[in-house]
């Protein structure tokens, strides 16, 4: 069992940026990738990045290659997010979930996070 809880958000300005960390309990951390996805008003939610078990391997959105990254410290149980160049359009709950792949697919994660407010003024 693995409880994951994000923090970070917040209202920023346009072009500004913010870092995102989920944290996990649990001594196997290291087991799981872990995403992170987005859901706006109503919209459905939407993949947004994800990493690798080891950390070797990232994937990302075509909508956040290049501003967004994200990261893992497994001595730390935490995987970040950070996010630069921010755009009204990435306001939305960010979630962070683990699985034992790092899909883009919601489906193909077994834990989830709460949920962080990130809202982008333009």
């Known amino acids: 069992q693995v409880q994951l809880v994000e923090s970070g958000g917040g209202l920023v300005q346009a072009g500004g940026s913010l870092r995102l960390s989920c944290a996990a309990s649990?001594?196997?951390?290291?087991?799981?990738?872990v995403g992170w996805f987005r859901q706006a008003p109503g919209k459905e939610r939407e993949f947004v990045t994800t990493?690798?078990?080891?950390?070797?391997?990232?994937y990302y959105a075509d909508s956040v290659k290049g501003r967004f990254t994200i990261s893992r410290d497994n001595a730390k149980n935490t995987v970040y997010l950070q996010m630069n160049s921010l755009k009204p359009e990435d306001t939305a709950v960010y979630y962070c979930?683990?699985?034992?792949?790092?899909?883009?697919?919601?489906?193909?994660?077994?834990?989830w996070g709460q949920g962080t407010q990130v809202t982008v003024s333009s």
């Open positions: 979930a683990g699985g034992f792949s790092a899909s883009t697919t919601a489906d193909d994660y077994r834990y």
């Open positions: 649990g001594r196997t951390f290291n087991s799981y990738a």
């Open positions: 990493i690798s078990r080891s950390g070797s391997s990232t």
